[in-house]
């Protein structure tokens, strides 16, 4: 630990355990397919790789969902690989392994380093690390990532996170001051402060002090690698563009299926403007600023490899699809997205909830003969894809093995009970994980023979949670 190992990297606080739906292959091959697009199949033998897999619960959530597929997770922070081999070994899942190296030693190993690899994937890395690190992430791409692979880069952006920059300063500087533990704390209460009395930039960038009351909402760990680096920069997406264009990647669309779809994440005004930009850097760009956009999730394929119509059409409906827990039954629906709110008509969504609400998988052919479908598979791609963001529904998966996912879900509640911050559960029929309260949690670990809860809060989990988990692949074979 410490300086040996951050190359300016925040090395005090442990990174909290994170998982990240938009990582896993289900979505990324879910969100190419709906752009048109052919990618690796989840249904087949792959490998997956992470950059900076901190202590590597999202890795772990993968590879127990799909236990088929091989999984390969990198940082460079001991402690956290530590933590994620310790939990590996705990739940007995072998298909996923832990390496500790930099991105540089990485960039630089022997062929044999890592094995031909159908997605890389990051999340938020690019904008804490230094440019050599960045440019070493695109030598790994190059090297490793196979024709047709993907690439799932998040990171965050210009121009929405453009106003954070001084504020990270403060942050950064009180935690130089006070340490990480009370800097943070205290760097925040001074922004605050500053909001509150009316400081300029709150008053010009009103959205800047809802930013810093999202921000208090988040464990110091996240915030600490979040904003402490050296090298903290909210990244240009014509940048990003053009490096990878250098690995032989082309930029195929958002891994955030919202942002795919104009009509619905761009101001009506700036629709036509941006319709009318035929370069791709400048066009994304233009999407950046109407949207004022502070994270951005970009898809790439080594070698675009597009669906013909047809085959694109085959594609889609040879999806299904299963409801999530929390999903509306139908009627319309309202989306809070970055542009405000959007009005989801029922006539739009009443069908598919409907068709989705008797909890069993439906495929997108079914839906499509529809009576509200029929001859409309545009407009059907784009409502679920919509829900697909909304958290409403998610592609399902032919049958895979449970025992590890069991396993691991045994270990994260038995973790929770012990006072561990996990809020996710495998879920295999999805190849990907579920949100799970610690009330959710504590119950599932006391009808797994742990410690007893409040009867109420056990009931309640049984009769809205228990049949969706079961349905989902949660519980295995466990009653």
Sequence with gaps: MGAGWSDGYHAELAYPAIFHRELTPAWLRATATALGYRSPDPGEAYTWCELGCGPGLGTLLTAA??????????????????????????????????????????????????????????????????????????????????????????????????????????????????GAGAGLPGGLALLRALRDGGAGQFVVVPELGDQIEQLTLQPSGYLAHEFLGEHWEPLHVADVLGAMAATGCTFLGSATPLENIDAVSIPGGAQPVVAAIEDVALRETAKDIARNQTLRRDLYQRGARPLAPAEHRAALEAQRFIALPGAPGGGALRFSTRIGPVDGPAAMFSPLLEALAGGSPVSFGDLLRLPAYAGRGGLLNQACQMLLWAGYLHPWLPAQGIDAALSLNRALWRGAAAGEEYAWVVAPAIGSAIPADRPAMLAAHALDGGRPVDARALAAFERELLPVWKRLGVLGNFD
Aim: hydrophobic share 50%; aromatic share 8%.
């Design 65 to 178: 969902a799909n236990p088929d597929g091989r999984f390969i997770a990198v940082d460079f922070d001991p402690a956290a690989i530590v933590r994620a081999r310790a939990l590996a070994e705990e739940a007995g899942i072998g298909n996923a392994r832990f390496l500790h190296m930099s991105f540089a030693e990485l960039a630089e190993a022997a062929d044999t380093a890592l094995p031909p690899l159908d997605f890389i994937v990051l999340h938020g890395v690019l904008s804490w690390i230094s440019p050599a690190n960045r440019q070493a992430v695109m030598r790994i791409v190059a090297r490793w990532l196979k024709p047709g692979g993907i690439a799932c880069l998040s990171y965050m952006s210009q121009p929405g996170s453009a106003p954070m920059m001084a504020a990270q300063r403060v942050l950064q500087r009180s935690a130089r001051i006070s």
